[in-house]
């Protein structure tokens, strides 16, 4: 396998492979991640974008860095959907005070930040998505291309917000599951993003489509899990945990937010919105 | 007019470093308008909406960093493209070459763990959990966020109270602790007056005013807006208050706020009696007497707070200091009178423009002489609330702007860092044939835009610019707040502003007089209204 450097960060060294396939190498605080390689201590030197490397057995060479794979262990990156599912109206509702916890705060100004077009774009998708209506698929997914090819690839950066926040509403449709057409919604999003946007922002929403995602929103997950399971217990001889989780679900939102620029927080404001549109169907 | 494009296959930044490449390049000279953008479609449809989609931008793919400016000439064009490229590769440097810092709060400490204080400015929800953390870890804390819940500022002033430590903030944006300045504040030199302030902005006008006179500061405290409230009982400027009444190294105290709550004011106030040390109280629009019969000096305003501050330090009467001031503001009112024969009748308006939202107050106050009301988007009272009139209802003439507030600021750096909205605003005034005066205020320091009067002037000049092809000239007055040591020399930014035409004055309060008493004088005579002298009443 062969390919070249995308571009180099402090934590992170995104590579491509001549398929098209994104791969990125991480290290420190980043984590696991759908398409991350995790790496014990971070490289020595700047890879520069264009570089190419070669993946030959268990070796990756890029420049003069040489990652051993032979020890990597495998992480599953799909969070447990049965069982977040299985919870779902209540893992809804602890979603939905966790978002109103940091309401005003920076995941909804990033949308404003990413420019009126990002935001304008955004409220036409959630229009298109509650206008269309629930039985008919085939006319949801005709009704909702003009919103999702205006969102696609919308605005500044290596990942643009409009596709972050996409990428963000589709780990919310898995948390919906068979609440609607998600196979016919998933594909027409990476149909639409194989033409539409960078090499990065489609690598990462094909993860979301496919349910996968990184760390930070595992912790996430587990945290609104977790509070839902706390909700239903005694909740006097539950306060010292409850408090502890809330302190999950807020550490694990402040890691989303800091995954690049602006990215983390524009998915968590996409998943807040699937959020909000799950809480309108369940109702 | 020409467009330029520059392609850059294949180049990845992150969003905010695009961002800020195309906000550098619109402030460039002769540059109209800029995009900096992935080659996506979508975005190649927002560019074409501008008006800003070439031939060659329009070729670019979804992994093409695509580049285009709209400049006067073509000079001016490939310039900014040269300058896109610097910023970009510089911005690829720091992005991978800059020395790894701390990523915890924990880890910051085991980095310094002689450090006693924590700065802590991170989103308003986590904010309070890392102040938490760093006051049972016994440091004390500025904490600059805002959006704090309020129950979280109680609790943690209630934390600090306990431990000993102070909490400035949420919301502290200024604070000079053992001569290391703090967020948003001026190199001013060491001395013996000690300030507790809930305006950081107040903080920074009385530091500097102090300096202008030969003081120093020995401490700078700065509480937070909301802590004279009745809500958080006011704490942290009790307990600033108590430290500096105990610290050998402070001789004279100022306290700076809007008027506290009057339960907060009387326990505020009843610690000022329960010491020697002399107390300047700019309380600023609050009722004189109570301070009086606290034995606090009441001041009107944050330049007579320095004047008397400095006064106190160096063992003279305060009273001189302060009747000295008066005597200098009477030199305003023919300089005025000068200026206002410069402008044409119909001119009448007056507009401030603030990035200090304690200016904004302070001019406010001071402008409460003229007989039109004044209007502001963080009004002295609700009944002159901008948004309180009506559509339908003309502009109101007289509006004093805080661009630091909310509505300014939702996704964009505050005006102290990014002139840019002011410098439109600027533009915009200047196009209406109302206006006679536009009212700045210039704030350097640490934290501060590197060149705020220059980039000031240049807006200036284009207004100036505006008005003269319409036959007409617009008075532009601004106060600069800060110090010769400060990274932008003060002498230098006032010389900018007066090359540019500007009436520098010396504080914000003889700024916002002389704005007062050429646009009374203007309403006198265009409107024919009013038959009265000039007032100078604080």
Avoid at chain 2, 98 to 123: G, H, M, Y
Avoid at chain 2, 192 to 212: D, F, I, P, W
Avoid at chain 2, 342 to 348: D, E, I, M, S
Avoid at chain 2, 486 to 514: F, H, I
Wanted: proline share 5%; aromatic share 4%; hydrophobic share 45%.
């Amino acid at each position: 396998m062969t390919g070249r450097a995308l571009a180099s960060f402090r934590s992170v060294c995104d590579l491509a492979t001549d398929a098209g396939e994104v791969v990125a190498l991480v290290w420190g605080a980043v984590g696991n991640g759908p398409l991350n390689v995790v790496l014990n201590r971070g490289l020595e030197v700047v890879v520069p974008a264009g570089a190419r490397f070669a993946v030959m057995g268990q070796v990756l060479r890029v420049g003069e860095v040489v990652v051993d794979l032979s020890r990597a262990a495998r992480w599953d990156a799909r969070p447990d959907w049965e069982r977040l599912r299985a919870r779902r109206g209540a893992v809804v509702a602890a979603a939905r005070a966790a978002q109103r916890s940091i309401a005003g705060l920076r995941e909804q100004r990033l949308l404003k930040q990413a420019g009126p077009a990002v935001a304008a774009a955004v409220t036409a998708f959630q229009q298109a998505w509650r206008q269309t209506p629930r039985t008919d698929l085939q006319s949801a997914i005709r009704d909702l291309r003009p919103a999702t090819c205006n969102l696609c690839g919308l605005g500044p950066g290596l990942t643009p917000a409009g596709d972050d926040w996409l990428a963000g509403w589709l780990l919310g449709q898995h948390l919906g599951g068979d609440l609607r057409g998600l196979v016919d919604l998933e594909g027409l999003i990476i149909k639409i993003a194989a033409g539409r946007t960078t090499t990065l922002a489609r690598a990462f929403l094909e993860c979301a489509a496919a349910g996968e995602a990184d760390e930070a929103w595992h912790e996430l997950f587990d945290a609104l899990a977790q509070e839902d399971a706390n909700q239903q217990s005694d909740k006097s001889a539950n306060q010292q945990t409850n408090e502890s989780v809330n302190q999950r679900t807020s550490a694990a939102m402040a890691r989303i937010m800091r995954h690049g620029a602006t990215s983390g927080a524009a998915m968590l404001a996409g998943f807040f919105s699937a959020v909000e549109m799950l809480a309108s169907i369940e109702n | 007019m020409s467009t330029h494009t520059r392609i850059k296959p294949s180049e990845y930044h992150d969003s905010v470093t695009l961002m800020l490449v195309a906000k550098a390049l619109l402030e460039l000279p002769g540059v109209e308008d800029a995009a900096v953008v992935m080659g996506t479609p979508a975005n190649r449809e927002l560019i074409a909406a501008a008006g800003l989609l070439t031939d060659a931008a329009a070729a670019g793919r979804p992994d093409d960093l695509v580049i285009v400016v709209r400049a006067a000439d073509e000079a001016a064009g490939q310039a900014a493209l040269a300058q896109a490229d610097a910023l970009l590769a510089a911005r690829a440097v720091t992005t991978t070459t800059a020395a790894e810092r701390p990523k915890s709060l924990a880890s910051a400490i085991a980095a310094t763990p002689d450090a006693n204080l924590a700065v802590i400015s991170v989103a308003g929800r986590y904010a309070a959990q890392e102040a938490r953390t760093a006051l049972e870890r016994g440091l004390h804390v500025l904490l600059f966020s805002d959006n704090v819940p309020l129950d979280e500022e109680i609790s943690l002033k209630q934390l600090a109270a306990e431990r000993g430590l102070l909490c400035m903030g949420p919301d502290a944006g200024t604070a000079i602790i053992n001569g290391v300045a703090l967020g948003f504040a001026n190199a001013v030199p060491r001395g013996r007056v000690g300030l507790v302030s809930a305006s950081g902005t107040g903080l920074q006008g009385v530091t500097c005013g102090l300096a202008r006179r030969g003081a120093g500061v020995s401490q700078a405290i700065g509480t937070g807006g909301r802590d004279l409230s009745e809500a958080v009982g006011g704490p942290m400027m009790l307990a600033g208050l108590r430290a500096l009444q105990d610290d050998p190294e402070t001789d004279v105290i100022v306290l700076i706020s809007k008027p506290p709550a009057p339960a907060v004011a009387a326990r505020v106030l009843g610690q000022i009696q329960a010491s020697a040390k002399p107390a300047v109280v700019c309380f600023l629009g609050a009722d004189p007497l109570p301070i009086e019969a606290a034995c606090g000096l009441h001041v009107a305003n944050l330049t007579q707070a320095a004047a008397a501050a400095a006064a106190l330090a160096c063992g003279e009467r305060p009273e001189d200091a302060l009747a000295q001031l008066e005597q200098e503001s009477l030199a305003l009112i023919p300089l005025a009178a000068a200026e206002q024969r410069k402008l044409r009748p119909g001119q009448t308006a007056l507009r401030g423009l603030f990035a200090g939202g304690t200016f904004c107050y302070e001019a406010q106050l001071i402008l409460r002489a003229l007989p039109e009301p004044v209007y502001s988007n963080a009004p002295l009272d609700k009944s002159r609330a901008l948004d309180s009139v009506g559509a339908g209802f003309p502009r109101p003439d007289h509006i004093c702007l805080d661009l630091g507030g909310d509505e300014f600021t939702q996704g964009r750096l505050h005006p102290m860092m990014d002139p840019a909205l002011r410098n439109r605003r600027i533009i915009e005034e200047a196009r209406d044939p109302a206006t006679a005066v536009i009212l700045l205020d210039i704030v350097l320091g640490y934290g501060a835009h590197p060149d705020p009067a220059g980039v000031a002037a240049e807006a200036i000049r284009e207004a100036q610019q505006i008005a003269a092809a319409d036959g007409r000239h617009i008075i532009f007055i601004a106060a600069v707040c800060g110090t010769e040591a400060d990274p932008q020399p003060l002498n230098q930014q006032e010389a900018t502003l007066r090359d540019a035409g500007v009436l520098v004055q010396p504080d914000n309060a003889a700024a916002a007089r002389l704005a007062g008493l050429i646009t009374q004088a203007m309403h006198g005579e265009g409107r024919r209204t009013k038959d009265e002298g000039p007032r100078t009443e604080d």
